[in-house]
């Protein structure tokens, strides 16, 4: 996990450095949007139900 944080630190910085920060957060933000529709329960399979006589 420590370098899982070192990672992200790291290619926070050169974001920073590179001038590419808001375009990298946009990206971000687009992506959890996607996460969160996705994860909507209306994109779940239906579960089967027992014929009813």
Do not use: D, Y
Not at 23 to 42: G, P, T, Y
């Amino acid at each position: 996990m420590k370098s899982l944080f070192t990672i992200a630190g790291t290619l926070a910085i050169l974001a920073v450095a590179s001038g590419n920060l808001p375009w990298i957060l946009f990206q971000v933000r687009k992506a959890q949007i996607h996460l969160i529709i996705e994860s909507q329960a209306s994109k779940w399979p239906k579960a089967m139900t027992l014929p009813s006589r």
